[in-house]
């Protein structure tokens, strides 16, 4: 069999994952096996492949992949997030570019440009995770829109509704001015910006006097109903029962006070917009004042205003600011330093708005989710995102589900002209229901009008556990029974709120039942500065471009190899390159041991006879140990552990010790044993580096058609390993690094052979390990001996002393010369330590233990001096 010279990722990953998906491999469908079930977290259907996705979905893929190979039945369900913000925002781009408004449709032209969009683009992402080996049931593929999984949410929906979980009302909700939308809590982002904070004077009505106020936004100001003041404060006491004049507009508003202001903040006194923010409007509530609200909902200012109508918020707060000057209002401004709120989706600044929305209410669905968390019934990894989550759970908020959108599940209630409503499914089923309730009205489809709004795109996000194995339609059905709960989920924390708890929520409201056993946080990639990648900053590479250099082994090694649980993962691309460095590794391991010549009638060694049981034994105990780190989710741990064992232990030790003298062949028996032994390893590396270790799992052996290295079983943990073995053999090696050292510091060439001496009675020698010995250290051979030779070197390892005669090795006048060098340096030290110890100051004010450290290095010094001076004699003597 001719082998290529280097490994080409790019011919074998397309070859094998092409043999994998025409296999149908990656297929699951319930058996008699336990099942290991993980649910992809759903991209975006906009989405591409991102540094984020390569970290989550290979973490994915190696849990699964190790899964299978452990018996389990394992499933990995992929699918896309319908994503309403993010596609109706790609929508309506496209549209722009061919000079349509979305405007000027209606909303079902709108939606058929959108499928149209979603057809095309949509699901490119999970067809660039097949690049990288992904292995999941394809076959499976849901999309959140699928009729199925949208039943579900309008069902989910109708229930809540009736429990009276879902309510409709006016609220302060957070507006998207550039995607016209509300949005959750959840997803507004607060940043750090650099404002300037606003002082401004209103006149007390009636009089000449002013009370000054500090606003980081006078354009709210036409917006204002009152001002308020701390009960407390007494320079304000004055003002019980006044009202001060709002600038521009000249509305008399009332003087309240309350506990809420913070009178150290600017003056002490606040301007109360209710229309504009969430604490004013609570005021606003608390004592009945008037809301006006000055925005449209694209931001700009609108006829309430009164000044500065239809020009942009940001622009507003430039242009009123001179009007505040000329009109002799505004007293000063100031650098300031606060936090504003932006929306994950779009980046725009939020604005607090009065709007009539549907929510749906949480406390009573967070208990048992918080309860199942911290009762470890589900567990985290790393736990202390417990913290976090219990936090937020424990404040939870109403949600707000409504979307001033079109792309996405439609919200299914139906408006009647008597202003009446009803919940249904579709238009007929309402029309029946409305029929039923009003026979007075004598409706008919017509007289009904659908919700405009869509339901946030996380409401149908919370239930993908469930409605993919169709669980909200059909509860009790086989393949949820089978599959759920899954087994684990891999996801980032910055969704533990909008995702994970919510989906924990819905388990228990409509199964009774935890979603997942188990959660893995994965950290957030960053560059070596510690900066998120992202495209915007060009500190992110193209995930597929690295593939094509490095190929997807070298890819997966580069992102694990350094990402703990919960912790960044500081990226740089020379892990790739390590990735792919070790792929060469490998591959030239194999190419070394397939170019062997073979001799069936040779007899197997006992240097070799010893190596190949150790390395078996190092095999079955590097797979307990990284059965522990996968139970724990150290994935990085476990892989560096496993590269440690390939590289270190297999390919520069094992390797040397088994391999045939130059031009002569191996007996048959040790390379069959050491084909066994590659094969152990290929299995053990396989969900890591999944394409190499085919490949060369296929090349090991003779294979069937229909064979493949992922649906064998992992190498066995059950038969135990010998940890005195191991210990012998690493005290082996200790005795080949002290003779090789010997060597180096000697110039000893490799080709000189040796004669190694050993302190001690032959029959207490270790036969097996002495074979390690001679092939390792080209010695001639090993005699036991009762007196120490004469020129030579000694090291004591584990209480024996050994010995190796160099005189004759050696130029005796340069190693006589390096002796006494190293003996006046000891000396030197020596007298260095006896000074110190001979000051009563010291030893009697110096710790102990400090000057226990001093006393070691006396007796090590004068032993090295010992040796150093027999060593010395020797040499004499024997030149």
Same mark, same amino acid.
């Given at each position: 069999m001719e082998i290529a010279t280097k490994y080409d990722p790019k011919n074998i990953e397309d070859k094998w994952y092409g043999y994998w998906m025409k296999n149908e491999f990656f297929k699951s469908e319930p058996n008699e096996k336990e099942s290991y079930t993980i649910v992809i977290p759903p991209p975006n259907v906009t989405g591409v492949l991102h540094m984020g996705h390569m970290l989550n979905k290979s973490i994915q893929d190696i849990l699964i992949r190790r899964a299978r190979m452990m018996?389990?039945?394992?499933?990995?369900?992929?699918?896309? @997030?319908?994503?309403?913000?993010?596609? /109706?925002?790609? =929508?309506?781009? +496209?549209?722009?570019? !061919?000079?349509?408004?979305?405007?000027?449709?209606? !909303?079902e032209q709108f939606l058929e440009y959108a499928w149209e969009w979603k057809e095309k683009h949509g699901g490119i992402i999970l067809q660039q995770l097949k690049k990288l080996g992904a292995s999941c049931d394809w076959s499976r593929t849901k999309f959140t829109m699928d009729s199925d999984l949208s039943e579900s949410v309008l069902d989910t929906f109708i229930d809540l509704h009736n429990k009276g979980k879902i309510y409709r009302g006016v609220r302060m909700v957070n507006w998207d001015p550039k995607a016209l939308t509300a949005i959750s809590d959840e997803e507004v982002i607060y940043q750090e910006v650099q404002s300037k904070l606003y002082y401004v004077r209103y006149q007390l009505e009636g009089t000449d006097q002013y009370i000054t106020i500090a606003t980081t936004r006078p354009e709210t100001i036409l917006g204002d109903t009152a001002i308020c003041v701390h009960p407390d404060d007494d320079r304000y006491a004055n #003002?019980?029962?006044?009202?001060?004049?709002? $600038?521009?507009?000249?509305?008399?508003?009332?003087?309240?006070?309350?506990?809420?202001?913070? &009178? /150290?903040?600017?003056?002490?006194?606040?301007?109360?917009? $209710?229309?504009?923010?969430? *604490?004013?409007? %609570?005021?606003?509530?608390?004592? %009945?004042?008037?809301?006006?609200?000055?925005? %449209?909902? *694209?931001?700009?200012?609108?006829?309430?205003?009164?000044?500065? =109508?239809?020009?942009?918020?940001?622009?507003? !707060?430039?242009?009123?600011?001179? #009007? #505040?000057?000329?009109?002799? %209002?505004?007293?000063?401004?100031?650098?300031?330093?606060?936090?504003?709120?932006?929306?994950? !989706?779009?980046?725009?600044?939020?604005?607090?708005? +009065?709007?009539?929305?549907?929510?749906?209410?949480?406390?009573?669905?967070?208990?048992?989710?918080l309860k199942a968390v911290m009762d470890d019934l589900i567990r985290f990894f790393p736990e202390k995102f417990k913290n976090t989550y219990s936090h937020w759970m424990e404040n939870v908020k109403d949600w707000c589900i409504s979307r001033q959108l079109w792309w996405g599940h439609r919200i299914p209630v139906y408006y009647l002209p008597n202003q009446e409503y009803v919940i249904a499914k579709t238009p007929e089923e309402a029309l029946h229901i409305a029929q039923e309730k009003y026979p007075e009205l004598n409706l008919m489809i017509d007289s009904l009008k659908q919700d405009e709004d869509v339901m946030d795109t996380w409401f149908s996000s919370w239930l993908w556990p469930l409605s993919i194995f169709d669980g909200i339609r059909h509860p009790n059905n086989p393949e949820l029974s089978y599959y759920y709960p899954t087994s684990v989920l891999v996801t980032a924390p910055e969704i533990i709120f909008f995702w994970v708890a919510r989906m924990i929520m819905a388990g228990f409201e409509w199964k009774n039942e935890i979603p997942f056993r188990n959660v893995y946080f994965t950290g957030i990639v960053r560059d070596k500065l510690r900066r998120k990648m992202s495209k915007s900053l060009g500190n992110s590479p193209d995930p597929l471009d690295l593939i094509a250099q490095y190929g997807a082994d070298g890819v &997966?090694?580069?992102?694990?190899?350094?990402?703990?649980?919960?912790? @960044? #993962?500081?990226?740089?691309?020379?892990?790739?390159?390590?990735?792919? *460095?070790? *792929?060469?590794k490998i591959w030239n391991a194999f190419r070394l041991v397939k170019g062997w010549d073979v001799d069936e009638n040779g007899e197997q060694p006992l240097h070799s006879q010893v190596a190949i049981k150790w390395m078996n034994q190092r095999v079955t105990q590097v797979c307990t140990e990284i059965q522990d780190d996968f139970e724990k989710y150290r994935l990085s741990e476990a892989l560096m552990t496993l590269y440690k064992l390939v590289w270190n232990d297999f390919c520069s030790y094992f390797l040397e010790v088994v391999k045939p003298p130059y031009q002569q062949a191996i007996d048959g028996k040790s390379y069959r044993e050491i084909i066994d032994v590659f094969e152990k390893l290929m299995l053990c590396l396989h969900p890591f580096m999944p394409f190499i270790t085919e490949e060369l799992w296929h090349s090991l052996k003779e294979r069937t058609a229909g064979e493949s290295i992922m649906i064998q079983p992992m190498p066995s943990t059950s038969v135990p390993y010998g940890l005195p073995f191991l210990d012998r053999f690493a005290n082996t090696q200790k005795i080949v690094e002290e003779i090789r050292r010997v060597r180096t510091q000697k110039n000893i060439p490799q080709k000189n052979k040796l004669v190694l001496f050993i302190m001690g009675d032959e029959k207490n020698g270790d036969v097996e390990m002495n074979s390690i010995i001679s092939k390792l250290c080209n010695l001639e051979g090993i005699r036991f001996i009762t007196e120490k030779p004469n020129g030579a070197v000694s090291f004591i390892?584990?209480?024996?002393?050994?010995?190796?005669?160099?005189?004759?090795?050696?130029?005796?006048?340069? /190693?006589?010369?390096?002796l006494a060098a190293e003996l006046e340096y000891t000396e030197k030290f020596r007298q260095s330590v006896l000074n110190k110890l001979s000051n009563e100051k010291f030893v009697s004010g110096a710790p102990e233990a400090v000057v226990n450290i001093e006393r070691k290095k006396q007796a090590d010094s004068e032993e090295k001096i010992k040796i150093l001076t027999e060593q010395i004699a020797n040499l004499k003597q024997n030149s």
């Open positions: 018996g389990y039945n394992a499933l990995w369900v992929p699918g896309t @997030d319908h994503a309403s913000i993010a596609t /109706e925002a790609k =929508v309506v781009t +496209l549209l722009k570019e !061919r000079g349509i408004e979305k405007s000027q449709l209606t !909303r #003002l019980r029962g006044k009202r001060a004049i709002v $600038p521009l507009v000249s509305r008399p508003v009332p003087i309240i006070f309350d506990e809420y202001v913070d &009178r /150290e903040f600017g003056t002490g006194a606040l301007k109360i917009t $209710p229309a504009h923010d969430i *604490n004013d409007y %609570n005021l606003g509530i608390k004592y %009945n004042l008037d809301t006006i609200n000055i925005f %449209n909902d *694209n931001g700009t200012l609108n006829e309430q205003a009164q000044l500065l =109508v239809g020009t942009d918020r940001f622009e507003a !707060r430039q242009q009123i600011v001179p #009007l #505040l000057e000329n009109a002799g %209002n505004l007293v000063k401004i100031e650098d300031y330093v606060n936090k504003v709120g932006y929306s994950e !989706r779009t980046n725009e600044v939020i604005e607090p708005k +009065l709007s009539m929305q549907w929510f749906c209410k949480m406390e009573e669905m967070a208990k048992p989710a &997966r090694f580069g992102m694990l190899c350094s990402s703990p649980a919960g912790n @960044d #993962l500081l990226f740089d691309e020379s892990l790739c390159e390590q990735g792919r *460095n070790f *792929n060469n390892q584990q209480n024996t002393e050994y010995f190796i005669p160099v005189s004759q090795n050696i130029n005796v006048e340069e /190693e006589l010369a390096k």
